[in-house]
């Protein structure tokens, strides 16, 4: 995706967004984006901008989500919902190959053919995008690349919507994904609902962008909308619902291993996984093998796989993370600290997603203050 190196942005109204989806499906491509079902906002495919949630916001806290009604038609007035992108870009059950017995005995093997869908993702929170290329660093390249993945990724096309209602568990401003986009998209969205209407400032910032850009029904960007655009994700960054410790996360989780925090978090931790699940960037993968009662038949998947699962760690003595502390400590010290060393960056983008689904409310941003108040207490938290 080459930048366009700032493109004028230019203004749509709800025809325009209309006008967005079409122009991406006449062009082969698979929309996905923020719709109503459930009871929840999810991603899913759209056929029209029709289905986008217009009208509609959520309240979260720790362990809460609901949907409620919004007094204006705002699209993309919501927080992160129960999914993310990787539900697309990296299924949670993908068939790696399958292999027949012939009548004769011989095995033929055969391996799954790469996807073809060319997605178009609209409505990418700016925090989300940051795991998708926090993804694309670990799946797309070096030791663990994924055909798979690669195949779903490559040629996305990737709509952003700056955040403007950020959720009461939101913390991006923390972890610097947002509110506001700063590149790696290919259009960018930013949703204004003033005295004078009902708009979309949307800008380029890739070529394929502006040919989509191009096809719009627009007109020339205006200092009112940009004006109360900027304004508007300023606000937000205002709102966030959650914060970090303004610390070095990674010194204080590497420094504080035995705190007495982990007993405390332990004992509330059902180690059901579903932070991990609910989480933009985690994605190991474990294989299950599946065969027909015949034995004719035999089919490889590759599935979802938690950090929570005793079995994750599983060796000849054991696990090796046995207790749930261990397993909350593992993935805590994993998603702020040891993904620096690993990935070059922090694992974890401020979404929290996993606040809000955890059955029992733990709250990481809590469990990081906590943290850090325990060592400040013992004088050994870091700046
Ligand atoms: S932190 Fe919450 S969601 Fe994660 S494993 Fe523990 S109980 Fe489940
Ligand atoms: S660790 Fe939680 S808040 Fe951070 S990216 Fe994952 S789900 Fe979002």
Redesign the pocket.
Known sequence: MADTGGAVGAVIDRDGLSALVRVLREGGRTVVGPTVRDGAIVLDELESADQLPYGWGVELEAGYYRLRRRTDRAAFAHSAGPQSWKTFLQPQRVRQWSAERGTDGTLTAREEPPPTVSYAFLGVRPCDLRAITIQDRVLTGGRYADTDYRARRTGAFLVVAECTEPGATCFCVSMGTGPAADGGYDLALTEVLDDAGHRFWIRAGSEDGARVLAALPRRPEDAATTGAARDAVAGAAERMGRTMPPVDLRALLQGNPEAARWDE?AA?????????M?CPTCFCTSAEDVTDLTGGHAERWRVWE?C?DLEFTHLPGGPVRAS?RS??RQ?LTHKLSTWYDQFGSSGCVGCGR?IV??????DLTEEAWAIHREAEAAGGAPQ
């Open positions: 978090v509330r931790c059902l180690t059901c996984g579903n932070c991990t609910a938690s929570y749930g397993r909350y993935w996993c689904w955890c059955p029992v409310g733990i």
